[in-house]
């Protein structure tokens, strides 16, 4: 029997919590494939009762305690660095807020198959995600556009596997190879891209990342444009918005450039600062530029 490791982290989203892990045990009940499936939570100082909850629901679950400042990237590291203790076969690495579809192991189990004929080895399999409503693709795998400005288009899954640059951990499958030549999520992050960081790591260590096929969730990119509240914040609120993990991140998006990017890392610093500085002129020079591009 394969043991596999689920790794979430949470932050008073109690009823999203709960849900995300129940469709998530009717698709294991509904797999095929033989596994045994183990649940980490890191609860990062939620106030709503989404540990009791889990616990109420999940008796199995292993629920860690955060120390209240790990956001995603810090709280996905924490459940991650305790599950690796257990040497399991695969990683599930599953966003608190998106509710798996009941095909999800399938589509797993194909996508291993493809990777291991195709590759010889393991890899990174990276969901699909689309909105409940609008059923348009909110998260999956990625390509570059372009690198240096580092411009990516979000891949539409087909009927079978689709290599991918970046995938976003809202759905993310890790084989146990990846764990041992790659490690964990990188520190360095706070709250965003270290999933990009993942994959790009695997990608430089030759080990393949795939877009599984089909539709395997649903979740809702809840992330609105923040410049339409932006331009109204003083100076100081800009600032702080620009280092705030659950605004722009600041840290954690310089880390990525800084060493993924380095020709860009200068250019990425002085426009953060610009965008802070004068955010009309950077919106209507730089902004609107970069996304219609």
């Given amino acids: ?166 995938g976003n951990a809202n759905i993310m499958w890790v084989s146990k190879n990846v764990v041992d030549d790659v490690g964990i999520l990188s520190e360095g992050y706070v709250h965003g891209m270290a999933d990009y960081d993942y994959t790009l790591k695997a990608n430089k260590k030759n080990l393949p990342s795939l877009v599984m096929p089909g539709i395997v969730g649903e979740c809702t990119n809840d992330h609105n444009d923040p410049y339409q509240k932006f331009f109204k914040l003083s100076l100081k609120e800009r600032f702080k918005m620009l280092y705030n993990p659950i605004g722009f991140d600041f840290v954690s998006q310089t880390y990525h450039m800084r060493k993924h990017f380095p020709l860009r890392y200068p250019f990425f610093v002085m426009v953060g600062y610009v965008k802070v500085l004068f955010p009309k002129l950077y919106y209507h020079l730089l902004y609107k530029r970069r996304k219609s591009l």
């Fill in 1 to 166: 029997m394969q043991k596999l490791a689920v790794l979430l982290t949470c932050f008073n989203r109690k009823e999203k919590t709960v849900a995300a892990l129940t469709a998530l045990e009717a698709a294991y009940k509904k797999a095929e494939d033989n596994w045994e499936m183990s649940i980490y939570l890191t609860d990062d100082g939620s106030s709503d009762g989404t540990s009791e909850a889990v616990a109420a629901n999940f008796p199995d679950a292993k629920i860690l305690e955060g120390t209240g400042s790990l956001y995603w990237a810090g709280g996905m590291r924490n459940s991650w660095g305790e599950a690796v203790k257990g040497d399991y076969d695969a990683y599930l690495l599953l966003n608190d807020d998106t509710n798996v579809s009941p095909n999800l192991f399938d589509a797993v189990a194909k996508t291993h198959e493809f990777c291991l004929s195709n590759f010889g080895k393991g890899g990174i399999y990276v969901g699909t995600t689309v909105d409940a409503d609008t059923k348009k693709v909110t998260y999956g795998g990625s390509l570059f556009k372009n690198r240096f400005l580092a411009k990516i288009s979000r891949i539409q899954p087909k009927d079978h596997p689709v290599p991918c640059h970046l």
